[in-house]
């Protein structure tokens, strides 16, 4: 499908328009064209999910907005995030950056590419996965930086600067270094991507890159929830609704997850949860509605709507 023929299926009526607002906050899209956007040689290895097949899904899951968040696959690579913001409707897609959190040339990379795509860059991604006795990286893969380290606070401070938020992709054991960031950058949006991880077992390296852990391999006490839920002392604090299925010991449609889900809301409320992570097939997305509505039954009409797109809508600036 070529990105004419996208943008003509986007502008007609939604096939499946929901009963809410829908603004999805975190999606990976990766070119077919591996010559013009070539995947790092360090980074995982990049799926196929490209602009134009999204914008299709998009319209038939009924998505208002959209936000790219680039993958490990591209690393610091920000081409095809880029290619994406040009070339997606006005105002549907937004993105998150991923360069080197204790980077010494970061803070002026960030502030390049934010006065590129004035308005559309949302967040700057970190991770922090390892293993709670695993040392810090200090090279290679963008991940498991010290979050503590010196040179990562011209990063925290120069995203207060842009109005972009901090979007930490950790365990919750590291949620304390996480409020001591927040505390010290009070200025410093921090999005907490995938639920902070509750009951996640930590990521493990593979011959195919970073994968979270599954059952087998253990999973960490879900008291340290705790310090993910103490995060929401934070007024700059925002947690994301997704990966719900990570932090599951039960089938589909995961409802072990719904204590977690309760503690979450009354800790955050609506106006600092945001839906996200639905794929980008209908099956997929189908699937995040149910275990959404599995879980977060418990919820009013009008938090639910705030929840599922129009937080993100005020938050993202969509």
Known sequence: MTRREALACLAGTALAAPADLVVETHVHL???DRKRFPPHPSGMKAGVAPLEDYLVFAREAGIAHSTHVSAEPY????????????????????????FDSIGEDTPRRMEAIVKRHSGR???????????????????????DRDLLHPKAQPVWKKAADLDIAIQAHIQPYFAPQIEKMGRQ?????IILDHFGHA???????TANGWVHAKAELGYHDPKEFDQVLRLAKLPQVILKVSGLQYSSRQPFPHTDIRPY?????????PDRMVWGSFGSTLASFREKV??????????????????????????YGF
């Open 290 to 315: 149910q275990i959404f509505d599995a879980n977060f039954d418990f919820l009013s009409a009008a938090d639910r709507a705030k929840i599922r797109g129009l937080t993100a809508k005020r938050l």
């Open 30 to 32: 990766f070119s077919k």
């Open 261 to 269: 889900a309760r503690r979450a809301f009354d800790a955050f409320g």
């Open 199 to 205: 009951g996640v077992g930590g990521a493990v390296k």
């Open 75 to 98: 690393q610091d690579d920000m081409r095809y995030l880029e290619y994406t913001l040009e070339n997606a409707p006005r105002g549907f897609l937004k993105g998150t950056i991923l």
């Open 121 to 143: 860059i949302v967040a700057m991604r970190v991770h922090c996965t390892r293993g709670r006795n695993e040392p810090p990286t200090t090279g290679g893969m963008l991940r």
């Open 185 to 189: 950058f009070p200025g410093t949006r």
